[in-house]
């Protein structure tokens, strides 16, 4: 069974920066597409950035340039780190794993992943 964790959430200025991770346990190592999204409040969920286990990722025209995903295989710890930030990226962040490889539709499908943390809220103040 997956399971999934996010922390790391808050509240900062735009322009500052914060780190979001995620403790994952119960996947396959060697097949998997680990995944970042967020949802503004009242809009649809989407996707941020993508991490397949062959270490592609895939990154919303949005947050490139400003958001890096990364994995600490030794502690199965996925993170966002996200700089730069704006108002507009105020929103409810979630992990969410699939057993594939990551395509970049993956980004505006998020029904494709089978597992999801609780997320954790990041909010960027002008």
């Known amino acids: 069974q997956v399971l999934l964790m996010e922390s790391g959430g808050g509240s900062v200025q735009a322009g500052g920066s914060l780190r979001l991770s995620c403790a994952a346990s119960?996947?396959?190592?060697?097949?998997?597409?680990l995944a970042w999204f967020r949802q503004p409040p009242g809009k649809q969920r989407e996707g941020v950035a993508l991490?397949?286990?062959?270490?592609?990722?895939i990154y919303a025209d949005s947050v490139k340039g400003r958001f890096t995903i990364s994995k600490d295989n030794g502690k199965k710890i996925l993170s966002l780190q996200m700089n730069s930030l704006k108002p507009e990226d105020t929103a409810m962040y979630y992990c969410?794993?699939?057993?594939?490889?990551?395509?970049?539709?993956?980004?505006?499908?998020?029904?494709?992943?089978?597992?999801w943390g609780q997320g954790t809220q990041v909010t960027v103040s002008p």
């Open positions: 969410a794993h699939d057993r594939s490889f990551c395509y970049n539709y993956f980004l505006n499908n998020w029904a494709d992943f089978d597992t």
């Open positions: 991490l397949e286990h062959t270490g592609r990722t």
């Open positions: 119960g996947y396959r190592d060697d097949w998997y597409c």
